[in-house]
């Protein structure tokens, strides 16, 4: 099986974290269908599916093009009330019989992109990874812009950000069914906030492929943030306070979120065991965010210093 | 699963989907215009006789298919109560129901068109029109990718691609030369459809004929839910049925023995005048994305009773265009 997706992860425009009840109100994008929820391990929320309707050509890595014709399935997810995705993507399979049929046969199987001619899935696959940031394969961004765009202008939002975090876009393409000498994970980091994510895996069910594809946008974005915001902190060459509060958002509303894998299938943990190894998301996360915590206890200590060097009595431990 | 897993649910990630007991085949006798429903008993006596042994042909023919099994089938007539208000329900219903019983026929349910318009008792209160606009996911023409927004605003949907010069701007200095319009899955030739879901002209959204029936025959099929609730559950019928149409149930049981309304197939028998209310129907329902749970829950009912499910939702929609007597107000729209 071939899947080809693409995530865009962003904060939800409202100054606090959204509660299950505004969660729910700002995914309910199709009438009469539910939001999905779940509050363990974390907070999470799950727009019903939308379709869009595509007939146009894919991309091959040759340079080539097939006609593809079907449904891309989008959703917007949210996490911890504050993590807002856009996802949008296709399993892409041969049309049995060589030429367009007539729509209802693709409602009929939605999220499927029927390929009219030979499947090349690699080719596809790469392809798929390698097109401009502004023009995806089957225009896949758009619908994710959509998508972004109905939550954060839902009137349940107030429309602001506690602080700024760019939107990043994971572009992917994954193949199952290969055996376990031929598994591939390959994660890169593109400019402009783009990254890509390839996998070739064992048996997977697409619903499985899918979450662990935004999960890993999810915590790519977290981290992502966080990097920024450190930098944007200037440590080092700021006064401990300013510093200090250049870095408080991070702590009120993004470090409690990393929890990778939480909610995957074991058909799909290898993914985040591989991305664990290389390039060690969680571990270059920990590094900073035991940054985050040493300038907080260091700014505290100076500011202890500082009021016993006033002229109150400071003890070892901070307390006057 | 290795041993030392534990597995974890939460309620609420998961979706429940009510159940709607089924029918083998719902039989729609007829479909009435208000200026037909203002006629005697001898009119639709006539109806019915006309039918009658078009209906008893689908009974014998799903007795054969079942072999032996007995075919549950139920009966159902929709009558136009939202363009134009007819005759009273303690008047118009008994009439219908003595006039089928006429021709050896039973009308089991009895539904308001204005039930397809109206919000129903679902937890989202959504209208069944809505719930079916929801779910509308176009036919693209050749050429569309994800780029292209969704349904626009228009109230208008159609099978394939719209001439270009409708749409040329006064300004333009070149004309734009004609192109024909073309049907998507056309087979040489093109039978191209355009169809009006709603117009504004009082004022309010006003649902077309198409875009309610379409609504009509999804509930038939049982493929609508409102958050995994039933959209529209029959009720029994009042005693004193009312002298209005709007307290009246969106949707009647009027034959307590009846089988269940909601079926795997529906047959409509239906005047030929009929035809491109029914066309439009069609092309809208080839576009609706109903809700794949549902689908699978009523397929694998079927397949516990040994019966094929169709590929297509459409595919489980019949007709029989026959001669019903003469068929006043019927036609587009």
Redesign the interface.
């Known amino acids: 099986m071939l899947v080809l997706g693409e995530v865009q992860t962003a904060m939800l425009m409202h100054a606090e974290a959204a509660s299950p009840p505004l969660a729910e109100q700002v995914l309910a994008l199709?009438?009469?269908?539910?939001v999905?929820?779940?509050?363990?391990p974390i907070g999470?929320a799950a727009s019903p599916e939308t379709?869009?309707?595509?007939?146009?050509p894919i991309p091959l890595r040759s340079g080539g093009t097939l006609?593809g014709?079907g449904?891309?399935a989008g959703r917007g997810t949210l996490t911890g009330g504050r993590v807002l995705q856009g996802s949008?993507t296709a399993r892409i399979t041969r049309s049995p019989d060589g030429r367009?049929?007539?729509?209802?046969?693709y409602?009929?199987h939605?999220g499927v992109v029927e390929t009219i001619g030979r499947v090349d899935p690699a080719g596809i696959a790469e392809a798929h990874l390698l097109t401009e940031p502004a023009s995806s394969t089957?225009?896949?961004?758009?619908?994710c812009r959509?998508l972004l765009v109905r939550v954060q202008q839902s009137p349940h939002l107030n429309q602001k950000s506690p602080f700024v975090a760019h939107r990043t876009t994971l572009r992917w393409a994954a193949e199952t069914g290969t055996g376990p000498d031929d598994e591939r994970v390959r994660f890169t980091v593109e400019d402009d906030g783009v990254r890509t994510l390839r996998l070739v895996i064992g048996a997977a069910e697409a619903c499985d492929v899918i979450a662990v594809c935004e999960d890993v946008a999810l915590h790519d974005w977290l981290l992502t943030v966080l990097l920024a915001t450190v930098e944007r902190s200037r440590i080092g060459a700021g006064e401990p306070a300013g510093v200090v509060d250049r870095l408080r958002p991070a702590v009120d509303h993004i470090l409690h979120l990393w929890m990778p894998a939480a909610r995957l299938n074991?058909d799909v943990m290898g993914v985040w065991e591989r991305l664990e190894r290389r390039p060690g998301l969680s571990r270059q996360w920990d590094n900073e965010v035991r940054r985050v915590r040493d300038q907080i206890a260091t700014a505290a200590v100076l500011l202890n210093l500082r009021r016993a060097g006033e002229g109150g009595v400071a003890t070892l431990d901070g307390s006057r | 699963m290795t041993a030392a897993d534990a597995e974890f649910q939460e309620a609420s990630a998961h979706r429940r989907i009510e159940a709607e007991p089924l029918s083998h085949l719902s039989v729609e006798l007829g479909h009435f215009y208000h200026r037909d429903l203002a006629s005697s008993f001898d009119f639709f006596a006539g109806h019915y006789r006309r039918i009658s042994r078009w209906a008893a042909t689908a009974r014998a023919d799903w007795a054969e298919r079942l072999a032996g099994r007995r075919p549950r089938i139920s009966t159902c007539v929709l009558i136009d109560d939202y363009f134009q208000t007819p005759a009273r329900p303690a008047e118009l219903v008994p009439k219908l129901v003595r006039a089928a019983r006429s021709a050896g026929l039973e009308i089991d349910y009895v539904a308001r068109e204005s039930g397809c318009a109206d919000r129903t008792t679902g937890p989202g209160r959504w209208s069944p029109a809505e719930l079916v606009e929801a779910r509308l996911v176009e036919d693209p023409p050749p050429g569309t990718t994800g780029a292209r927004p969704p349904a626009t605003q228009t109230g208008w949907l159609c099978n394939g691609r719209r001439s270009p010069t409708a749409h040329q701007p006064a300004a333009m200095k070149a004309p734009v030369p004609w192109r024909p319009p073309a049907e998507n899955a056309a087979i040489n030739h093109s039978i191209f459809v355009d169809i009006q879901l709603w117009d504004r002209e009082t004022g309010d959204r006003r649902w077309s004929c198409a875009m309610l029936a379409a609504a009509w025959q999804l509930l038939r099929l049982g493929m609508l839910r409102d958050r995994g609730a039933r959209a529209v559950v029959p009720q029994p019928l009042p005693d004193p049925l009312p002298d209005a149409w709007d307290r009246l149930p969106a949707l009647i049981q009027v034959n307590p023995a009846a089988d269940p309304f909601t079926a795997y197939r529906t047959l409509s028998i239906v005047a030929p005048p009929l035809l491109p209310t029914e066309h439009a129907v069609r092309t809208i329902l080839e576009q609706v994305a109903v809700d794949p749970d549902v689908r699978s829950q009523i397929e694998a009912r079927e397949r516990g009773e040994t019966i094929d499910p169709p590929a297509e939702l459409v595919n489980r929609i019949g007709y029989l265009f026959v001669d019903t007597g003469v068929v006043r107000g019927a036609g587009s729209g």
């Open positions: 199709v009438c009469g269908e539910r999905r929820t779940s509050h363990r999470y379709y869009t309707g595509v007939d146009c006609r014709v449904t891309l949008v367009r049929r007539p729509w209802s046969h409602l009929s939605p089957l225009e896949m961004g758009a619908v959509r074991r």
